[in-house]
């Protein structure tokens, strides 16, 4: 597993990437095969009559897992194990001097697209990290090569691609801007890895935009992600499955859990997916580039929330009602700099997206591409002004 600190407020919370290691198989293995041993000798002792049941019919979320779990996927990540034990003692033999390919890590994934005689498959971007090859194993148990096709550090996304003659279910997506606290959500995936393939679990959209602090696999901080917190059982393994709702339609791509705080505090049922608008955005222009080209300002920025009240209006002279981000240093040469905005700038706008935070504002600037012109209004001096700015790649 991957472990990734990140601060929620003054408190620090351990988010945990959620990849299936190898270790702890066997432990689980032998634990199904007691009760099936003692389930088999009850049945040769018992009398006790066995009805019919009384349960008439799907359940709604037995119709959504049936309608999806054909294009979910394990993904195995396999990595060299460097070289063999006789070659490092100097003993000759066949395969001395060779490294040796395991599956170091085990993953999720789900078809999204077939075209001609090539199929799609969406997962996280650490789940494929470090791989030298990668095999997809499908619902019905054909183990398949795959390629990859891109990823985005950014979003934790990948994008893989496999033959399409062995695919028969291909997954759908909903518009993830419409979901609802409380509203059922299912997780299916490989939790401990491909020998729980398609494990399904079932809980509710606990928030469908939480903002949590986001780093990649090296502890370099990517600045905030939005996401879906859940409640539905995410384990190592599931990363890179999907959350869906009771349609049987794609809502997310699940990506990470907070398992404890700084303090020790264990914590349960805090689970998050990445939301199935960002998805398709970013796995689009992956397939089409291998990455994603993103615009950028070229600021470094707090949110006005964190600036106390006498500062807002001594310094920045703000009238009592006013929200935005408060533009804390301007890089040389970049497209804010030549749109002429300048440090303790107050950015309340962006063309006509109000900007509350730093992640309504990086929202907001990612619905545009490197070349558009876009107007930014902000507070100078108390005074309302609008800028136009040319956005430039992100550096």
Do not use: C, W
């Amino acid at each position: 597993m991957v472990k990734n600190r990140h601060t929620t407020g003054s408190k620090k919370v351990l988010i945990t990437a959620l990849v299936a290691g190898l270790v702890g198989g066997g432990i689980s293995a032998g634990t199904v095969a007691f009760f099936a041993n003692n389930n088999q000798q009850v049945q040769q002792t018992s009398n006790v009559k066995v009805e019919d049941s009384k349960v008439k019919g799907e359940a709604s979320a037995t119709k959504a897992f049936n309608k999806v779990s054909g294009a979910v996927v394990s993904v195995l990540n396999i990595q060299s194990q460097g070289r063999s034990v006789s070659d490092l003692f100097g003993v000759a033999d066949d395969d001395s001097g060779k490294s040796s390919d395991k599956t170091a890590s085990e993953g999720s994934g789900v078809i999204y697209k077939k075209s001609g005689n090539e199929a799609y498959i969406v997962t996280n971007n650490h789940v494929v990290s470090g791989a030298k090859k990668l095999q997809i194993l499908m619902s019905d148990g054909t183990k398949v090569s795959a390629k990859l096709v891109g990823t985005d550090e950014m979003t934790d996304l990948a994008v893989l691609k496999i033959d399409a003659s062995d695919v028969k279910e291909v997954a759908s997506f909903a518009d993830s801007s419409q979901l609802e606290p409380g509203q059922t959500a299912l997780a299916i995936g490989s939790p401990l890895g491909s020998e729980y393939a398609t494990s399904v679990t079932e809980g509710i959209i606990s928030a469908p935009k939480r903002e949590i602090s986001a780093e990649n696999e090296d502890g370099k901080s990517l600045g905030k992600a939005t996401v879906i917190q859940t409640d539905a059982a995410i384990n190592p393994g599931n990363s890179g499955g999907p959350l869906i709702n009771l349609a049987g339609q794609v809502v997310g791509i699940n990506s990470m859990k907070l398992s404890g705080s700084g303090d020790g505090t264990s914590v349960e049922g805090m689970g998050f997916a990445i939301p199935a608008n960002t998805v398709t955005k970013v796995i689009s222009e992956l397939e089409q580039n291998g990455k994603v080209t993103r615009p950028s300002l070229g600021i470094s920025l707090v949110d006005l929330d964190n600036v106390s009240a006498q500062d807002q209006k001594d310094t920045l002279k703000l009238p009592a009602d006013a929200s935005g981000v408060v533009v804390m240093k301007v890089s040389n040469g970049s497209a804010a700099a030549a749109a002429g905005l300048k440090q303790y700038d107050v950015i309340t706008k962006l063309d006509k997206t109000n900007v509350t935070d730093a992640s309504s504002l990086r929202d907001a600037l990612y619905q545009h591409k490197v070349g558009d012109k876009v107007q930014v209004s902000y507070y100078r001096d108390g005074k309302m002004q609008t800028t136009t700015v040319h956005l430039t790649k992100t550096q």
